[in-house]
């Protein structure tokens, strides 16, 4: 049973292909920061059961490497959806509020994705410096994001590309 805390950042990507490890990479840099009331989760992927991690939660902060996110990253409200993904492995974000909703029989807190602009996603190469740069510049957005009494939706509204 994982603790409640209002905010959970939720991270995902294969660390061993190239820019696929952004979204690890943000997990354990968050780590070390002193972010309060916020949890952190990483996967590789995201599967049916995190819906479970999504409970008593105020808002989740999705964050994944993107191949076709404007740079350095964009930053926009999920709506639940019932996709393709609903009944494979790797979910979407979007599908795995709709398994949320399904299951608690209660809207969806609101969530949101930073997609961070990735360029190689090979097998056994590291982050690409231009991820580098793009996980820089998303890393300090999101200790903004979490500290600021600012309203997410605002921010998302505004087609965020820093």
């Known amino acids: 049973m994982h603790k409640s805390c209002s905010?959970?950042?939720f991270t995902w990507g294969n660390?061993?292909?190239g820019d696929d490890?952004?979204?690890p990479t943000i997990y354990d840099r968050l780590q070390q920061e002193n972010l309060q009331s916020v949890e952190l989760l990483t996967d590789f992927q995201l599967q049916i059961e995190h819906a479970l991690d999504l409970e008593n939660r105020q808002r989740i902060l999705f964050v994944d490497a993107s191949i076709s996110a404007a740079a350095p990253f964009?930053?926009?409200?999920?709506k639940a959806t019932e996709d393709e993904t609903y009944t494979t492995h790797a979910m979407?974000?979007?599908s795995l509020l709709y398994v949320y909703n399904k299951v608690n029989r209660q809207p969806v807190m609101p969530a949101y994705m930073l997609a961070i602009r990735g360029y190689e996603f090979?097998?056994?190469r590291p982050l690409s410096g231009k991820a580098k740069a793009n996980l820089s510049q998303a890393l300090e957005?999101?200790?903004r994001l979490v500290s600021s009494t600012e309203d997410w939706d605002r921010k998302a509204s505004m087609l965020v590309r820093e």
């Open 92 to 94: 979407s974000p979007e």
């Open 7 to 9: 905010t959970l950042i």
């Open 122 to 124: 090979e097998l056994g």
């Open 15 to 17: 660390p061993s292909r």
């Open 21 to 23: 490890a952004i979204g």
């Open 141 to 143: 957005f999101i200790k």
């Open 74 to 78: 964009e930053f926009h409200r999920l």
